[in-house]
């Protein structure tokens, strides 16, 4: 993978995007990098993800204008649903993914930071998706996923006027979770991790189901789904686990992912 780095600590896995002469931006091999990356965790062992992007400077600072420039309209279309495949695998992926936005998050890398479950940023992070400045409309899922994180009217502003925003601005509106000093911010997303892998696997892989699959549907299919979804945690090592501990006053927990 020429683009993109993964390594592991413990039961938490860490994607890099390493394309620094183009500041991470996204073209095709990045694309098929990260898709071979996801190939490549291993979901009996690792808990939770994190996407972040190689330097100080930049997360992902787009989609690579250079490969857009000459595509005609279906090549286009084609683009948009190649990034967005591997956006909607990163969404749907069992385990959860804490983007660490470590500076530029323009266009695809704005996009990309959406589809993964928690955001959190260095105070040196720009958002933005600037595309209709291109001549083009956010292609990776940023008219979809921008409205429903931050609610139609601020997406729309964000959109149609270009405007890129502050890590401030971005904490505001609730895009990210919360803002780090550079320096901070991949051990703060590693400490989140890891809280996050200490808990029951299985519990946690339903909970992301349920909330996904559930914004999608009425109340009432979404409270069907949740039913499904805490059912399918007992009978389980890791449900007799926990609820053993609780009982027997243990802080110590055994979960082992069956």
Request: proline content about 3%.
């Amino acid at each position: 993978m020429g683009y993109v780095n993964y390594e592991t600590e413990g039961a938490v896995g860490i994607i890099t995007i390493d394309r620094p002469k183009a500041l991470n931006a996204l073209n095709s091999e990045v694309l098929d990098d990260l898709n071979a990356a996801l190939d490549g965790v291993d979901l009996d062992v690792i808990r939770c993800l994190i996407l972040t992007g190689g330097g100080q400077k930049s997360f992902v600072a787009g989609a690579d204008i250079g490969e857009m420039f000459d595509l005609d309209i279906a090549g286009g279309e084609a683009f948009a649903h190649k990034g967005n495949d591997i956006f909607l695998r990163i969404e749907s992926f069992p385990i959860p993914v804490i983007a660490a936005v470590n500076g530029f998050a323009l266009g695809g890398g704005c996009e990309i930071s959406m589809s993964c479950d928690i955001r959190i940023c260095s105070d040196n992070a720009l958002f933005g998706q600037p595309e209709v400045g291109l001549g083009i409309t956010p292609g990776f899922g940023g008219t979809q996923r921008l409205a429903r994180l931050v609610g139609s009217g601020i997406a729309k502003e964000l959109i149609y006027s270009a405007k890129n925003i502050k890590a401030d601005e971005a904490y505001r509106i609730g895009l990210v979770n919360a803002v780090y000093p550079q320096e901070e911010l991949l051990p703060a997303a590693k400490k989140l991790a890891s809280k996050i892998a200490a808990n029951a696997p299985i519990a946690v892989r339903q909970c992301k189901k349920a909330i996904n699959e559930g914004l999608q549907v009425s109340i009432k299919e979404g409270t069907d789904i949740e039913c499904k979804c805490f059912g399918e945690c007992f009978e389980t090592h890791d449900q007799k686990e926990g609820m053993g501990a609780f009982l027997e006053k243990r802080k110590e927990k055994n979960f082992i992912n069956k």
